[in-house]
């Protein structure tokens, strides 16, 4: 079984080359990403192992598909014509992976298509059909009816394309949670996400796998200042003291993909304590109680996020901004300065 890391959307805010580079040298089989410059970026840094264009491409994308070797995978009859003709008109080859819509409405061939996606494929000999495809809509629950549909629909496209000659070299389904909890969804390609950033795609996993934060968020102490009762914290005021405080002001903000949906929920870890957000996230800046931390100094290393024995929890600091680690992760990587570590 190969292992085909999806590192869209600069690696989940981890950082595009670096995390390419990192997992090039595990001996992956590709990656998978969703803008065709992330191809540009990763081909230019010398890297030519597979790269596939997993949200389907653009008419405009196709002269640079092909002097990229990029692999695209085609979503629908409107796709596979438009790589046809291309192909056909520059006299050029082009292997492709088929991506069919299993139920989950979103991009991918209808089942009901397959047949005439078939037909013009084996009249188009330029186009080599690598790999069939779909994505799961529950991952995280291998056992309800919905996955177990969408296992026998996939099924479904892969005799059908048996009974018409056609046997591409890949199947793949497994997203991260998939990988994880259901070997039958494996087949020959796995596509981990969010897992090989150290996060945990459901509860159910954290029993079957260990795994270690790649992402960790810090800041120092910017200033410190005592609040009596009574007296209100930042803007709104969204937070009063309801006794003396202390209270640490740290250099990040909403600007720097600390939601504003954490005022009053979110939490940091500071001298071995966690210490709650208090009041609400500015641009800039977040209040942090520490009247447990009376060591606090100004300069002190704040953990925001991650952490080596995972002290803020993606998944935990997700859930009480009211989204999933996904978005978190994406939004803090991209928006501050990365330093990468090797351990």
Known sequence: ???????????????????????????????????????????????????????????????????????????DLYQLRLLADYT??????????????????????????????????????????EGLMSHLACGEEPSCQFTEDQLRQFEEALKALKKAGFRPRFAHLANSAAAILAPKTHYN???????????????????????????????????????????????GPLYFASKPMKIALVPVGYADGYLRALSNHGFAFLRGRRVPVVGAVSMRLLSLEVTEVPEA?????????????REVPVEELAARAGLIPYELLCLLGRENFKIFLRT
Request: hydrophobic fraction near 45%; proline fraction near 7%.
């Open 1 to 75: 079984m190969q292992i085909l890391p999806v590192i869209k959307s600069e690696a989940y805010g981890h950082g595009l080359l670096p995390v390419a580079k990192t997992l090039a040298s595990e001996g992956i089989y590709g990656f998978g990403l969703s803008e065709l410059e992330e191809i540009l970026r990763l081909r230019e840094a010398g890297l030519a192992l597979p790269l596939f264009l997993l949200s389907g491409f653009e008419p405009a994308w196709l002269p640079e598909i092909l002097r990229l070797k990029a692999i695209p995978v085609v979503t």
């Open 88 to 129: 056909r008109k520059e006299g050029k080859k082009c292997a492709f992976h088929l991506k069919v819509d299993t139920g989950m409405n979103r991009l991918g061939l209808p089942l009901k298509d397959l047949t005439q996606a078939l037909t013009i494929i084996r009249e188009n000999p330029q186009l080599k059909l």
């Open 189 to 235: 390609l796995v596509r981990p996400g969010l897992a090989l950033y150290g996060v945990y795609p459901c509860q159910e996993a954290q029993k079957r796998i260990r795994l270690k934060p790649v992402m960790t968020l810090k800041a120092r102490i910017l200033s410190l200042k005592d609040v009596s009762p009574g007296e209100g914290i930042g803007y």
């Open 297 to 309: 100094k100004i300069g002190d290393e704040v953990i925001l996020l991650g952490g080596p024995n």
